[in-house]
């Protein structure tokens, strides 16, 4: 009898507080640590540094997930970036 395999996966959450959102023209910005990114593994020297936001819907809880767009050294070295 064949059985299903199930991945645990091992989860951590760095609360980073209650963050204040700035009024910047007709937008609201928040600040996020340089820790928090240097932890993503980003390179904080990276002038193009971006950010993915998605609002996630998901059994009665919404919230605002943010991932850094990270390329490292070996990453899409030599690659054109075509928008």
Known sequence: MAGKLKQKTAESITDFGNRQLNQQNFSRTVVLPKTALQNCGCNLDDKDLKVNVTLVQKDGERF????????????????????
């Open 64 to 83: 605002i997930k943010i991932t850094p767009i990270c390329e490292t050294d070996t990453e899409n070295k030599g690659a054109e970036i075509v928008e």
